[in-house]
Nanobody, 117 residues
């Protein structure tokens, strides 16, 4: 079983920055593929960024060049640095994990990010 706890959300003005962190416990963290999802009111949950154990990263188009996902396998943490934030980035952000195959199976409780215009 993998437990995930997010932190770092909050309220920020457009153009500002926030850094989200996710602490993981359970099986070997380095074997997990980690992702950050977000869900805005009335919208479907979307995968924002992901990072695999050899640190290859992917991003949804709307955040490329603004967000950076990183992981620290020694500390079992994954972070999402969010720069140049826009009001449309407002959402609940979730940390998630999965093994090499299969869907994202483990989820954090979510952290609210609100970007004011």
């Amino acid at each position: 079983q993998v437990q995930l706890v997010e932190s770092g959300g909050g309220l920020v003005q457009a153009g500002g920055s926030l850094k989200l962190s996710c602490a993981a416990s359970g099986p070997t963290f380095s074997s997990l593929l980690m992702g950050w999802f977000r869900q805005a009111p009335g919208k479907e949950r979307e995968l924002v960024a992901s990072i695999i154990r050899n640190e290859i990263t992917t991003y949804t188009d709307s955040v490329k060049g603004r967000f950076t996902i990183s992981r620290d396998n020694a500390r079992s943490t994954v972070s999402l640095q969010m720069n140049s934030l826009k009001p449309e980035d407002t959402a609940v952000y979730y940390c998630a994990a999965r093994f090499t195959t299969g869907p994202y199976h483990f989820w954090g409780q979510g952290t609210q990010v609100t970007v004011s215009s």
